[in-house]
């Protein structure tokens, strides 16, 4: 048995009780009812979904559940599956002896954006990779080594995505960082040493990217957002902007692609006034209804810097990411990141290189382009049975959707789903301090849950609309 369970069916993280696999996961099931962390009624994982989720035995977990449906934790009725028994005088918070004191709970369930399903990770895929990696590596890469990054990860990335994303990537305009934020700090810190004063950000965005650009000493007005994406002709009439972070290929939040004519109008204006494009291809990888939409930078590639990570085709936690810079800043940014002591770690790095020239980089993500997709369908399919008159956009690709709402509903929604232990995100969150109220809505992340969680997180999101 693992020393923890990670994540058991609705995202609900508990510790193992007792010995053995049956026993273990028996006393962290009672263990979790008894605490309140399983309410009554809750509907668990079918104990297929939860057996691989877990990495044991169907017939362990089966077991399991049907001793506790004997003890009387549990109900199990056909058709409705196993969920929580309703119990007279259950513990709960108020049992807890002690001054009372307001307990923040872990949600049950998340539908927040940004993140892709962490239970799909290829363990078994990287562990190869990594060994191959590591069996040929030679001994330098174990020691102090560029911060641009290992050639072997650039060499194999600048075949990638100029296959994938139609990059212009030679290998020496690539600098491995430890994820966007990182590169984005580099790039920040950079422009305000060239004498940049101001970078334009779109209206619609994460206040952590500005925060980024602030902290680096730059101003940070903002560029509408409509539905043919950020409205940069607009930057011709910023005097003081040097630089423009867009979402070309998948506007977040919005989820809408950017309009041809708006692209060349973005290089235009670099191109006019020696100002750089920051372009965020931060889920370019999937799309499901329309043709994929090509980087920006491959239009000008000394006036578009290219930031890319494996956040969300891999998982946030490799902490790896990729700019493709036009040359002459390629050396700036190095000495920005520091020395050969701020490098990202190099056995990562030549595990992904691995990674991605065995092919095994393309069939996960093929992979887990299909699954997001059928999750979106889902999704979609079930707000129009359960709630026909909301409207859903931004699907066509990414990894979230949006939900509008009735005016004036979208707080209300936001904390009736805190209560129910649904965390979500209301469209609101991301708006620009400069920028006017805009409508009300919810910004859903369905590539977030485990497959086991997906359905009971879908149900919790139908129940907390208005």
Known sequence: MTDSWAAFGADLHIEP???????????????????????????????????VDLGIARNTVADAYAELVAEGWLTARQGSGTRVAQRAGAAGPKALRGPARQVRRRPTHSLMPGSPDLSA???????????????????RA?????????IELRTVLAGYLARARGVYADPERIVICSGFVHGLGLIGKVLRQRGVREAAVESRGLDIHRNLLTA???????????????????????RRVGAALLTPAHQFPTGVPLHPDRRAAAVDWARSTGGLVLEDDYDGEFRYDRQPVGALQGLDPERVAYLGTASKSLAPGLRLAWMVLPGEWVGEVCAAKGGPE?????????????????????????????????????????LAERAPD??????AAGLHAVLELPEGTEQSVVQAANWQGLALEGLSRFRHP??????????IGYGTPSESGWAGALDALCRVLP
């Open 121 to 139: 990770f290829p363990r078994a895929e990287w562990l190869r990779a990594s060994r191959r990696a590591l069996t040929a590596a030679p001994d």
């Open 342 to 382: 701020w490098m990202t770690g190099a056995t990562d790095q030549l595990t992904l290189a691995e990674f991605i020239a065995s092919g095994a980089y393309d069939r996960h993500v093929r992979a887990m382009r299909l699954r997001y997709r059928r999750r979106r369908d889902q999704l979609v399919e079930t």
């Open 216 to 238: 680096a000493g730059l101003a940070t007005p903002c560029v509408a957002v409509d539905e043919h994406g950020a409205e940069t002709g607009e930057l011709g009439s910023m």
């Open 17 to 51: 009780v007792g010995s053995g696999l049956r026993s273990g996961l028996m006393g962290a099931l009672r263990e979790a009812v008894r605490t309140g962390r399983l309410a009554p009624g809750t509907r668990l994982p079918s104990s297929r979904t939860l057996a």
């Open 434 to 443: 400069d920028t006017g109220p805009g409508r009300d809505g919810l910004v």
């Open 142 to 150: 174990f020691g102090y080594d560029d911060p641009q990054g290992r």
């Open 390 to 395: 909301f409207r859903v956009s931004g699907i």
